[in-house]
């Protein structure tokens, strides 16, 4: 039997325009798929022959709380792990956000794989760091598929030897000074973006590769 599972985060970013003043909401929200069109919030424990032991706990998407202490826009993340975060974000000023992938206690080799849907131009820019590999596959939401490569060159197949505990960035650095984030323009004015990121995990067994274990799986 085929043991596919996602785990995804949302993040939508609802904004409002006043005075060049720009609201983003970011949310998040995990599920386990158990088949191709059966969807079961949150906690879900599968069965110990599976990928892993606790799909709630032990696939996630995270990322570090973003503090504005100066209440000007100048966000910084702190060490503290979060599902979500909340931004007044001005035209011209970046926003430092850095979701991450954590693994853990892997029951067997699997193809890791997000898949982003939303906006990225000129005005709000954003891109994957090298450990990504763009695919041409499509997700069920419309998103880009993205598969995890430890070089960058080729996909990676995660093992329960090497991947006890793993965790992976998904957004590039804008700078040495920002942790992963988007970059936003001094002409920016959308005043509605919607950017969700969503992870799944597919057996590695039985499959020729990436591409046939996520068509087959999701």
């Avoid at 850095?98 to 954003?126: C, M, S």
């Avoid at 430890?150 to 793993?166: C, H, K, M, Q, R």
Wanted: with cysteine; aromatic share 16%.
């Amino acid at each position: 039997m085929k043991k596919f599972f996602s785990n995804n985060k949302i993040i939508t970013i609802v904004c409002f325009l006043f005075l060049l003043i720009v609201h983003f909401c970011f949310g998040n929200f995990i599920y386990a798929y158990l088949t191709n069109t059966d969807e079961v919030k949150a906690a879900f424990t599968i069965a110990s022959d599976g990928l892993l032991e606790n799909l709630s706990e032990n696939f996630l998407l995270l990322e570090h709380k973003a503090v504005d202490s100066n209440k000007d826009a100048s966000y910084e993340l702190t060490d503290e792990e979060v599902l979500s975060n909340d931004y007044v974000v001005y035209p011209g000023v970046n926003i430092p956000k850095d979701p991450f992938v954590r693994i853990i206690d892997l029951q067997d080799t699997a193809y890791l794989y997000i898949e982003i849907v939303g906006e990225n131009n000129e005005d709000f820019k954003w891109d994957v760091t090298n450990k990504w590999l763009k695919t041409d596959l499509t997700g069920s939401r419309g998103g880009t598929i993205y598969v995890y490569s430890n070089n960058g060159i080729d996909a990676y197949v995660l093992s329960p030897e090497n991947e006890t505990y793993f965790e992976e960035y998904i957004l590039k650095d804008i700078d040495e000074s920002i942790n992963g984030g988007i970059e936003i323009s001094d002409n920016y004015t959308n005043n509605k973006i919607l950017l969700k990121f969503y992870g799944y995990l597919a057996q590695e067994k039985g499959f020729d590769n990436y591409i046939e274990a996520f068509e087959s799986c999701f």
